[in-house]
């Protein structure tokens, strides 16, 4: 056997913090050593950052790159490791991999295949690499081989698949095996979505397996830039074995994950698989000597957490992703905290939630002098002792009600933030609302009605309550949240100016459908978590006896899921609901779903929602509620223009900006609306006459 001991090393950076990310990447290669790794594979891009956008154009974002890259070389002795940056080599800029070895620099490989989908633009900033193409780069007074390179320490083969480059079919690891190679190292900035780590834990194992290597894959980790969040995935694998994985969405700076793999196992591999081509390059191999220490052989078995087996994963990730968004949004940011309008709804209630679980978690992984180590900067977290205290220094809440609210909502408010510790205000803002409404009725010289001016009168009350809120996080020096969902933003069911309005807007990339369902879920069966925290004060967790872990649970919830969604904006006889507004959203997320993500004409996503809802709601509502969405859509997408920076959770995502773009003025979908309706005007016997009722162009 010639056993190495190599390892994963996962990083949560930040763009274009030079010093930030130089020192993490130090004090990552320091721990690497101290657990006695041999080679350490850091994330794609993690000397710059990932997210720099147009920065890449600067030649400042690649001389400050370079210069961090010459203060890191010094602190590799011993080690063998891959670290990330951009790099600019005949007027093009390229997404590089610089493998370093002994305080050496040996040479840059650079990324074949670019991300170009969804969040992903690298084509606007790099140029590919062509496969079995070698040049020499010079930084400083010394040139280095740059290019489609193989490293080969003292016999042992080292490749590159830099993120995307195994995403795609041709992918550069079929080329690595014909030259023979041992290990595969796959620095990534691969953004979170849900479910996708098993998708990469796949194309990590079939690699090992297909090429007979040892692949080590690292990930960034948490938010680095504002909309895309990392999750810190590591794993490494041999001959198609999972040996280790690393804990995913940690609110640590660094992880090391190390493995110990067998290099004569995976030869032996390569040996007995004849019918495979070898093929020699030597222009393409760059050699160095290196001393590999004597390693003694491990039990190693992959394990995912208890969270990622228990059979709720998407609650899980949810809850995990965006409260770790949640909480370097805040640090990255240096804002004193949250504030919150908390109506005692759905939206606002998992807002709450989320910023709750944000400090649970971080205190469950790094404990309560990790989070104000991390969160220094704000003074008045000095003397806190358990996570409740930092809630109530961390999140503001103010219930706005007016005559149309009632007592059902503000007591839902009041129930959860006293649960979880926030700091509850509460105002009316009814003679705000009647003083507009007089000034506007003088000036019209008639009184407003709800039967002629339904809109205005529901929208001034949402308005109205922008200022106060936004005074408030003025005054706290805080980050105002914004509490629309996905479902409201696709049809525009939201108040410009009002409950769009803040600096960030954590659920929009979240369907109402599944945050009702998850709100039910976190009261009754909560979070799984390590059992590290246990205070005799704690509330909230809920021990499991069957294992060392602990659930944690928001029971202030309780009042919010038992009452009907509604904007509670027309009298509170009126029995205001937003599905009879809208239509029901198990429906609307499915209607989304087809004509948005896959793309589809109204009449194809009429005959899939007819197929899906048979027997539950007939042909006249499916006709009804399927026109009305395609209308809503395309007269609003100037609201989701206009929304707050939010996060990115799957494909479904409507943020024009990362991810869904769509004209602000279009043809509404109108001839393709016909063609549905003819379509169902034929259908026996289910044959519709008349035109459906047009559904409400806007809030």
């Given at each position: 056997?010639?056993l190495l001991?190599i390892?994963?090393g996962?990083?949560n950076?930040?763009?274009l ?12 290669i ?13 994330p794609?891009?993690c ?19 370079i ?12 080690i ?8 600019r080599?005949?007027n093009?800029?390229?997404?590089v991999?610089?493998l370093?070895?002994?305080?050496r ?5 650079v ?5 170009n ?8 900033w ?11 780069i ?13 490293f ?5 083969r ?10 795609i ?5 079929r ?6 190679i ?9 953004h979170?979505?849900f479910l996708k780590?098993?998708t ?7 690699g090992?397996?297909a090429?007979?290597?040892?692949y080590?894959y690292?990930?960034?980790?948490g938010?680095e ?5 990392f999750?810190g995935?590591?794993m490494?694998a041999?001959?198609?074995e ?6 995913r969405?940690?609110?640590e700076d660094?992880v090391?994950v ?11 591999a390569q040996?007995?698989?004849?019918g ?5 390059y030597p222009n393409?191999r760059?050699?160095e000597r290196f001393d590999?220490p ?6 190693q078995?992959?394990?995912l957490?208890a ?14 992703a ?7 949004y ?8 949250y504030v919150l309008?908390?109506?005692g ?6 807002i709450a939630?989320?910023?709750?679980l944000?400090i649970?978690m ?7 002098d ?8 704000i ?5 806190c002792?358990t ?7 961390l ?5 706005q009600g007016?005559?149309?609210s009632?007592?059902d909502?503000?007591?839902s ?5 006293d ?5 509850f205000?509460?105002i009316?803002?009814?003679?705000l ?15 407003l ?6 809109v205005?009168?529901?929208n001034?009350q949402a ?5 106060s ?15 629309s969902?996905r ?8 108040t410009m100016?009002?409950?769009t309005?803040?600096?960030?807007s954590?659920?929009t ?8 369902g998850w709100?039910r879920w ?9 059992n590290?925290?246990t205070?005799a ?14 659930l944690i ?9 038992g009452?009907q969604?509604?904007?509670?904006l027309?009298?509170l006889d009126?029995k205001q609901t ?9 429906v609307?997320?499915?209607i989304?779903?087809s ?7 109204p ?21 009804l ?6 209308k809503l859509w395309s007269r609003n997408?100037w609201?989701?223009?206009r929304?707050?920076p939010?996060?990115h ?11 869904c ?5 279009s043809?509404?979908f109108?001839?393709?609306l ?11 016997p ?9 559904g409400k162009i806007?809030?």
């Amino acid at each position: 056997m010639k056993l190495l001991k190599i390892a994963a090393g996962v990083l949560n950076q930040t763009p274009l913090a030079w010093e930030h990310n130089k020192q993490n990447i130090i004090n990552a290669i320091e721990e690497a050593q101290r657990q006695g790794v041999s080679l350490l594979c850091l994330p794609e891009l993690c000397i710059s950052g990932y997210g720099c956008e147009d920065a890449f154009f600067a030649q400042n974002t690649i001389d400050q790159s370079i210069a961090s890259l010459l203060d890191i070389v010094p602190c590799t002795n011993d080690i063998a490791v891959a670290v990330g940056l951009p790099l600019r080599h005949n007027n093009r800029t390229f997404d590089v991999v610089c493998l370093i070895a002994n305080k050496r620099i040996l040479g840059f490989a650079v990324k074949q295949y670019l991300a170009n989908n969804g969040v992903h633009y690298e084509t606007r900033w790099f140029q590919p690499w062509q496969p079995f193409l070698r040049d020499d780069i010079k930084i400083g007074d010394f040139s280095y081989p740059f290019g489609d390179i193989v490293f080969e320490l003292s016999g042992v083969r080292i490749g590159f698949e830099i993120c995307e480059d195994a995403w795609i079919a041709n992918r550069p690891g079929r080329n690595l095996y014909e030259r023979g190679i041992d290990i595969i190292l796959n620095p990534s900035a691969s953004h979170f979505a849900f479910l996708k780590s098993q998708t990469r834990e796949r194309f990590v194992v079939d690699g090992s397996r297909a090429f007979s290597v040892s692949y080590i894959y690292t990930n960034m980790l948490g938010n680095e830039a504002g909309r895309i969040i990392f999750d810190g995935d590591a794993m490494v694998a041999s001959n198609g074995e999972l040996l280790v994985s690393g804990a995913r969405l940690s609110y640590e700076d660094f992880v090391i994950v190390p493995a110990v793999v067998d290099v004569e196992a995976t030869r032996l591999a390569q040996v007995q698989n004849r019918g495979n081509l070898a093929l020699s390059y030597p222009n393409l191999r760059v050699t160095e000597r290196f001393d590999w220490p004597e390693i003694e052989p491990v039990i190693q078995k992959a394990e995912l957490e208890a969270w990622e087996r228990g059979g709720y994963l998407k609650e899980e990730e949810f809850a995990r992703a965006v409260a770790l968004g949640l909480f370097d949004y805040l640090r990255k940011s240096r804002s004193q905290g949250y504030v919150l309008s908390l109506s005692g709804g759905a939206d606002s209630s998992a807002i709450a939630a989320l910023v709750f679980l944000m400090i649970r978690m971080a205190v469950e992984n790094i404990g309560i002098d990790g989070v104000k180590k991390k969160l220094s900067y704000i003074k008045a977290l000095t003397d806190c002792k358990t996570p409740e205290e930092i809630v109530g220094k961390l999140l503001t809440v103010m219930y706005q009600g007016t005559e149309n609210s009632s007592d059902d909502t503000f007591n839902s408010a009041k129930t959860l933030a006293d649960d979880i510790g926030a700091t509850f205000l509460n105002i009316n803002i009814n003679g705000l609302v009647e003083t507009y409404r007089g000034l506007i009725e003088e000036q019209l010289g008639r009184k407003l009605s709800w039967d002629t001016d339904d809109v205005a009168l529901q929208n001034i009350q949402a308005r109205v309550r922008a200022p106060s809120i936004w005074m408030l996080a003025n005054l706290n020096n805080a980050l105002l949240l914004s509490t629309s969902n996905r479902s409201e933003a696709a049809v525009g069911y939201a108040t410009m100016d009002g409950d769009t309005a803040g600096s960030i807007s954590p659920i929009t990339g979240i369907d109402k459908h599944f945050l009702r369902g998850w709100l039910r879920w976190l009261q009754t069966v909560g979070l799984n978590v390590k059992n590290e925290w246990t205070p005799a004060d704690r509330t909230g967790s809920v021990s499991d006896p069957a294992t060392s872990n602990h659930l944690i649970k928001v029971q202030g919830l309780s009042a919010v899921n038992g009452l009907q969604p509604t904007a509670e904006l027309r009298p509170l006889d009126k029995k205001q609901t937003d599905e009879d507004d809208l239509m029901p959203y198990d429906v609307l997320n499915s209607i989304e779903e087809s004509a948005i993500r896959d793309k589809q004409p109204p009449v194809e996503v009429l005959k899939l929602v007819e197929v899906r809802y048979a027997g539950v709601h007939d042909r006249e509502k499916l006709l009804l509620w399927v026109e009305r969405f395609f209308k809503l859509w395309s007269r609003n997408q100037w609201k989701r223009e206009r929304y707050a920076p939010s996060f990115h959770l799957d494909d479904h995502n409507l943020d024009p900006r990362s991810w869904c773009r769509f004209p602000i003025l279009s043809g509404g979908f109108e001839k393709e609306l016909a063609d549905m309706r003819d379509w169902a005007a034929e259908q026996k016997p289910n044959s519709r006459k008349g035109n459906p009722a047009r559904g409400k162009i806007g809030f």
